[in-house]
């Protein structure tokens, strides 16, 4: 098959599925989707420029950000070639179709060929989108630093593509030459580590850091960094090269996590989102525990069940926990120097190595089948499980305060770091407890039906509360920082006195959470009710049956008087009544009773069986 | 071509981790032969039918197919693989799946051999519906007439019998011996003891390793792999 019969080919098979697919678009829900996304970009925009505020910055100031400027900006760079690599070296960044995959890459057609049009239109993609965040955030640069406002947005639309392009590139070539995913995280992580460094005034230039010039042209305008761009562009070019070479095993396990990731991403399923993100990261538990388990009979068999799954955490997850420990240390290091905006990266860290010491819960979540056999109520398991799940986020605690306290710059006080660490990860995992047992929204929501206003506000609770917790968390840390700032005399207390005060209201959450766990189907049963009871349609039925059922009654008791005159008239044997006469009223069928769903057979509340099939079947008479 | 071994393996091996799905194998396979791999579930069957078809990448070892490397277009030419769980577009009629496809594959589109698939598999009504509206049987219907209407050489077929009919397991079954006939190389992995009585050759599979290569009957092979 030659490369025009294969373009040829793919466009004839494009083209029909796009008349297909648009012959199926809804239009009103296209542009709600348009809609929706121009609202939340103008809210962010808002909220950002209120957060940058539109003071001129002073001299000082504007030489500091010419000063570090360039190297944070150059840790972006290299983390997005670092993320791309990554992905790349799991088969990314194209997710294709799994039809494609089998069909298409497995026919005599060019793959080069084959690929490249999916490519194009995902480099596209990212390219759009960096340009808009890029060229976003140009124009809050512009009201704080000094510079035209046209040079703003177009240097940050080009920085934005620059980091889309980098990201892009490094993935397909990662890909296309089938790079191992170890040298993807060391080379990745080298880069990163070298710009981190260089912030710190550690290290010469980072290469990242020419990168980084490019978004202060207006400043300072340094030609060396084009040379971003020019690598940028070359790693697409050198990717669309070597893109045939994408490995089909990849792809294809890429095709269906992908796909299932975006769709839980969309209902906002954090759990899903994690499972997958894990299996697309071939995270799987070890087959063998680090420490074998004991045999024989458990006194606690759900915590001895937690220790197994921890037992069996891979080298990777066991990485990723050390490295956000560090994050979250350092986080306090900032915080207690006087940076308190670091709360909002202490607390999400902390909060995402919490989900994973709740894995354990997460999977009987996951398997609420399962769940409904055991003969007794799904919280009293979940209520098992936290113990464990505390257990885990206190040694996470404990060695963030390590991290912390380590000598150097802004090292935290011991007993603080100690303390607060445990803290913070205490609410973490409070947090990361609330994010697994809520899960995702339900599909049919009747808040969303009746008041969508309330439902917003809720959705946004619902995705922020939990991380929300554990920035909670890190508030014994400012009130440390706070009375250790002043001297005793005048807040009256000592900076670990202030932080033990902070951490008083943080039990009484953890208690709080604890208990909303083992009564959470029971909170949902009772709210599910509630909202029946309030729902106008439901109200109206309500008042309909009332009706009908007092005019029955009313019926009735004309029947019974007219009978109890007939009874009379017999006994007195004169002739004819007028009751007698009288044509019985018909009573009016009375109103069939609405189907009220039968109330779940102990032992089975919560989860998502509607029936309980194996045990109706059991009653049913042989 | 008829020369040429339609497949051989040597040293061919796959593992995840620590689990070694496929030990070392080495295999050949004559143009033209009919070939039944049989085993239980985990022997390694579909992982070694995903490798031919270039689905899976050998962890060590070599294969060819045809005497072309894997993964090349003359390979990937000669190529069918029928998987045990149909794998269609949503938005693709059967008639344009198959035009599509056998085109791809350098064939004719939607051409009579095809029309009498459909009409074989009893889905001559059915040619302009969406297969993703399909019953499990149907769309197990339409990957048959998808990896048969297009040229081939060499046939991998998984698990061909799962969610067909009675009436569509016989037409299968005469579809197989009517490509082997017609010189195809086939090569299925089922778990149908009874299969074995209608190729050339079984090779039974156990834990990675084959346990046997060479003629069988029914009952060897259940004495082989148990039924």
């Known amino acids: 098959m030659t490369r025009a019969e294969s373009i040829a080919a793919l466009g004839d098979l494009r083209r029909a599925r796009r008349r297909q697919r648009v012959a199926e678009i809804h239009w009103i829900d296209a542009m709600y989707q348009v809609y929706i996304t121009g609202v939340i970009a103008v809210v962010a925009l808002v909220f950002l420029s209120t957060f940058i505020g539109d003071g001129q910055v002073d001299a000082d100031t504007a030489a500091d950000v010419l000063r570090h400027g360039p190297a944070v900006c150059g840790l972006v760079a290299a983390l997005a070639i670092f993320v791309g690599l990554r992905s790349g070296a799991r088969g990314g960044p194209l997710a294709l179709e799994r039809p494609d995959v089998r069909h298409v890459l497995l026919s005599q057609v060019d793959r080069g060929v084959a690929l490249r049009g999916p490519a194009w239109r995902q480099l596209r993609f990212a390219l759009f989108v960096g340009v808009a965040v890029g060229a976003g955030l140009g124009q809050l640069a512009l009201r704080r630093l000094p510079g035209n406002q046209a040079e703003w947005m177009a240097t940050g639309a080009l920085f934005g593509a620059t980091v889309a392009m980098l990201a892009f590139g490094s993935a ?8 191992p995913s170890w040298v993807a995280t060391f080379g990745g992580g080298a880069l990163v580590a070298w710009s981190v460094a260089d912030i710190a005034g550690r290290a010469p230039t ?65 759990r899903t989102v994690l499972v997958l993100r894990r299996q697309l990261a071939q995270e799987r538990p070890r087959s063998r525990p680090w420490v074998p388990a004991r045999a024989g009979h458990a006194r606690y068999p759900v915590l001895q069940r937690g220790v197994r799954s921890v037992m069996r955490w891979p080298l990777g997850r066991i990485g990723r926990i050390a490295t956000l420990v560090v994050v979250a240390g350092l986080a306090f290091r900032g915080i207690w120097a006087g940076t308190t905006p670091l709360i909002l990266v202490a607390g999400p860290a902390l909060w995402l190595a919490a989900l994973d010491a709740a894995e ?39 060695l963030t305060g390590v991290v912390a306290l380590l000598p150097g710059p802004s090292a935290v006080p011991p007993g603080e770091a100690l303390l607060v660490g445990v803290v913070a990860s205490l609410l973490a995992a409070c947090g990361a407890i609330v994010s697994i047992v809520q899960g995702a929204p339900e599909p049919v929501d009747n808040l969303a039906i009746t008041t969508p206003e309330i439902a917003g506000t809720r959705t946004v609770f ?33 900076p670990m006195a202030a932080a033990l005060l902070a951490t008083l209201p943080m039990i009484l959450l953890i208690v709080l959470v604890a208990a909303w766990a083992r009564f959470y189907d029971r909170i949902h049963a009772f709210l599910r009710d509630a909202m029946e009871q309030a729902s106008p349609t439901k109200a109206a039925e309500r008042a309909s049956a009332e009706r009908e059922a007092r005019e029955q009654a009313a019926l009735e008791e004309v029947i019974a008087s007219a009978d109890a005159a007939r009874k009379g008239d017999g006994d007195d044997a004169a002739g004819g009544s007028n009751a007698e006469r009288t044509p019985k009223p018909k009573p009016k069928p009375k109103p069939k009773p609405k189907a009220n769903p039968s109330p779940p057979a102990a032992g089975v509340q919560g989860g998502t069986s509607a029936k309980p099939i194996g045990r109706r079947r059991d009653q049913e008479p042989s | 071509m008829t020369n040429t071994p339609a497949l051989t393996a040597d040293g061919l091996t796959k593992t995840y981790d620590e689990l070694v799905a496929l030990h070392p194998l080495e295999l050949v396979i004559p143009s033209g032969q009919s070939v039944a791999l049989i085993g239980h579930n985990g022997s390694g069957k579909s992982t070694f039918l995903r490798m031919v078809a270039g689905l899976l990448e050998p962890s060590g070892g070599d294969l060819e197919v045809h005497g ?48 009498e698939m459909c009409a074989r598999l009893g889905l001559t009504d059915r040619v302009d519906d969406l297969p993703s509206r399909f019953s ?42 009517e490509v082997h006939a017609d010189g195809a190389t086939t090569l299925v992995a089922t778990h149908d003891p009874a299969y074995v009585d209608r190729v050339d050759r079984s090779i039974a599979l156990r834990d990675g390793e084959v346990v046997f290569d060479g003629t069988a009957t029914v009952d060897q092979v259940l004495a082989l792999v148990g039924g």
């Open chain 1, 206 to 270: 980072a290469p990242g850091t020419i990168v980084g010039r490019l978004p202060l042209w207006p400043m300072d305008f340094d030609p060396l960094a084009v040379l971003g761009v020019v690598l940028a562009v070359a790693l697409v070019a050198v990717g669309m090269r070597t893109v045939a070479g994408t490995s089909l095993e990849s792809a294809e396990r890429r095709t269906a996590l992908v796909g299932q990731l975006r769709f839980a991403v969309t209902l906002q399923d954090l």
């Open chain 1, 360 to 398: 354990p819960l997460g999977q009987e979540v996951d398997h609420p089948g399962r769940t409904d056999t055991f003969p007794f109520e799904r919280g009293l398991l979940f209520l098992q499980h936290l113990p464990l799940v505390f257990m885990v986020s206190g040694v996470v605690g404990l």
């Open chain 1, 462 to 494: 619902r995705t922020a509360w939990p991380p929300g917790l554990a920035v909670i968390g890190t508030l014994p840390l400012l009130a440390a920082r706070g009375a250790f700032d002043r001297p005793v005399t005048e807040t009256g207390a000592t």
């Open chain 2, 136 to 177: 499990r049987g149907l769309r197990q219907k339409t990957a048959i007439v998808l990896a048969i209407a297009r040229p081939f050489s060499l046939l991998l077929v998984d698990e061909p019998f799962v969610g067909l009919d009675q009436p569509g397991k016989a037409v299968l079954l005469d579809l197989l011996d």
């Open chain 2, 68 to 115: 072309f490397d894997l993964g090349d277009v003359e390979a990937r030419a000669t190529t069918s693989y029928l998987p045990d769980e149909p794998v269609l577009y949503d938005d693709l009629s059967l008639r344009e799946h198959v035009e599509y496809i056998s085109r791809l594959h350098g064939g004719d589109g939607f051409d009579d051999y095809a029309e």
């Open chain 1, 172 to 179: 397909l070539v990662a890909s296309g030459v089938k790079l």
